[in-house]
């Protein structure tokens, strides 16, 4: 098993690295990449900089889309309909398991890839979720088979050991929420 998580131009960088340590020290390789393979990949709002190793491979098992950083919601549209469509052609016909943070979900339905779908993002992108077709569930996490979205920007940590237990199992996700000092909270919705 192994887990990429996707970084774009004006990534939010708390929807990057919570998941990505999360899933690390729950024994899942991952790795940082994007579309375009290894560069340099700013995030939002001049933050800071991440390194993409890799090229994305829609392959692997586990892809984390995470959503993106502005000061204006026009912003934030124009970037995540950016990575949309830079990110939908790739993810279309992936096997692997994708998983959002925040306005990560607005990426993938702005692709066109959640309509009829279950998925969440943060409250405030709720509506438009739900004007692209999609069933916006208002919960922390949504599990949807293939398809795993996390609420606000602080979920992302949730995701991760949502990810381990539902991946590697209840006892390697205790031991990072241990480790983390970290107590899950909110709801995880399941359409199973």
């Given at each position: 098993m192994r887990a990429q998580v996707v970084l774009f131009d004006g990534f939010d960088p708390l929807?990057?690295?919570?998941?990505?340590?999360?899933?690390?020290?729950?024994?899942?390789?991952?790795?940082?990449?994007?579309?375009?393979?290894?560069?340099?990949?700013?995030?939002?709002?001049?933050?800071?900089?991440?390194?993409?190793?890799?090229?994305l491979d829609p392959g692997t098992d586990v892809i984390v889309v995470p959503g993106a950083a502005a000061m204006q919601d026009d912003e934030v549209f124009a970037l995540l309909s950016a990575a949309a469509a830079t990110l939908g052609p790739v993810l279309r016909d992936s096997k692997a398991v994708i998983a959002t943070v925040c306005g990560g979900s607005l990426v993938l339905a702005i692709a066109g890839l959640l309509k009829g779908r279950n998925a969440t993002t943060n409250h405030l992108g709720l509506t438009a979720l739900e004007s692209m077709g999609v069933?916006?569930?208002?919960?922390?996490?949504?599990?949807?088979?293939?398809?795993?979205?996390?609420?606000?920007?602080?979920?992302?940590?949730?995701?991760?050991?949502?990810?381990?237990?539902?991946?590697?199992?209840?006892?390697?996700?205790?031991?990072?929420e241990t480790l983390f000092a970290h107590e899950r909270r909110g709801t995880v919705w399941s359409a199973a």
């Open positions: 929807d990057v690295i919570g998941p990505y340590e999360t899933l690390m020290a729950g024994g899942i390789p991952t790795e940082l990449v994007a579309v375009e393979g290894p560069r340099q990949v700013p995030a939002g709002m001049n933050l800071l900089s991440l390194d993409a190793t890799a090229r069933n916006a569930v208002r919960a922390r996490i949504v599990d949807d088979g293939d398809l795993v979205s996390a609420a606000g920007v602080t979920s992302g940590v949730d995701l991760g050991l949502y990810l381990v237990e539902r991946e590697v199992g209840s006892q390697q996700a205790l031991e990072v």
